[in-house]
């Protein structure tokens, strides 16, 4: 299950680069660069997951409209996991939101990227196709995850929000076999990713695998999970 070889998420950080338009006299507009962590700011901003698993199908884990299982811990979960073997299949999507309210209104954001750091306390994920493999080594048809829109709650997930992961993706496909073990992994958002931060209150950034984005069935006997 994805309760065994997984890694850890240890910090998360949405770093920008904006330009603060400086309306002083002589001061021209320059370019700043501030980050935010997870359950920083006057909104306590949330990370957690919320997955769907039990006996069922593909598409039914896919389109469930809410999950059996949530968590709000910071940085203690899973962000991504998937388990197919038999009739059981298990997906979880997770989330993680920031406090950006106190960027300027008139700030351009011209660069942005969410930076995730992978503890390896067991960087190995089990298939049982293939058995043992480290999850780097991972080079499926959909062994990527995208960050996507999550238009659920920001303090304190549900199973309810399960179903509040969109499919607009805010970065471009980050392959599992590029994620590097006991350091920063660096995921650049894309336009629409810098256009989705929210300059007067909470920021939120979802996580699908590739698998979930392009409904792709996990093949049979696939078991890993992204910690």
């Given at each position: 299950?994805l309760m065994?070889?997984?890694?850890?998420?240890?910090?998360?950080?949405?770093?920008l680069?904006?330009?603060?338009?400086?309306?002083l006299?002589?001061?021209?507009?320059?370019?700043?660069?501030?980050?935010?962590?997870?359950?920083?700011?006057?909104n306590?901003?949330?990370?957690?997951?919320?997955?769907?698993?039990?006996?069922?199908?593909?598409?039914?884990?896919?389109?469930?409209?809410?999950?059996?299982?949530?968590?709000?811990?910071?940085?203690?979960?899973?962000?991504?996991?998937a388990?197919k073997?038999?009739?059981?299949?298990?997906?979880?999507?997770s989330?993680?939101?920031?406090?950006?309210s106190?960027?300027?209104?008139?700030?351009?954001?011209?660069v942005?990227?969410?930076?995730?750091?992978?503890?390896?306390?067991?960087?190995?994920?089990?298939?049982?196709?293939?058995g043992?493999?480290?999850?780097?080594?991972?080079?499926?048809?959909?062994?990527?995850f995208?960050?996507v829109?999550y238009?659920?709650?920001?303090s304190?997930?549900?199973?309810?929000?399960?179903?509040?992961?969109?499919?607009?993706?805010?970065?471009?496909?980050?392959?599992f076999?590029?994620?590097?073990?006991?350091?920063?992994?660096?995921?650049?958002?894309?336009?629409?990713?810098?256009?989705?931060?929210?300059?007067?209150?909470?920021?939120?950034?979802?996580?699908?695998?590739?698998y979930?984005?392009?409904?792709?069935?996990?093949?049979?006997?696939?078991?890993?999970?992204?910690?």
């Open positions: 299950s065994n070889n997984m890694k850890k998420i240890i910090s998360s950080l949405l770093v680069t904006v330009i603060a338009v400086v309306m006299s002589g001061q021209s507009s320059h370019a700043i660069t501030t980050a935010f962590s997870p359950v920083a700011g006057n306590s901003p949330m990370d957690g997951l919320s997955w769907s698993s039990a006996v069922q199908t593909w598409d039914q884990a896919r389109n469930a409209t809410s999950g059996n299982y949530a968590s709000s811990v910071d940085n203690a979960k899973a962000f991504l996991s388990y073997v038999g009739s059981y299949t298990e997906l979880l999507r989330a993680r939101c920031y406090d950006t106190s960027l300027p209104d008139d700030a351009v954001i011209t942005a990227s969410e930076t995730l750091y992978m503890y390896a306390d067991n960087h190995f994920t089990y298939d049982y196709v293939n043992y493999l480290p999850f780097t080594s991972r080079v499926g048809p959909k062994d990527y995208a960050l829109e238009n659920g709650s920001t304190t997930f549900s199973n309810a929000d399960y179903d509040n992961f969109g499919l607009t993706r805010f970065s471009a496909n980050v392959p076999s590029s994620l590097t073990l006991d350091a920063d992994n660096v995921t650049s958002l894309n336009a629409a990713g810098n256009a989705h931060i929210n300059k007067t209150g909470i920021t939120c950034f979802g996580m699908r695998d590739g979930d984005l392009d409904n792709f069935a996990y093949p049979e006997g696939t078991n890993f999970a992204l910690w």
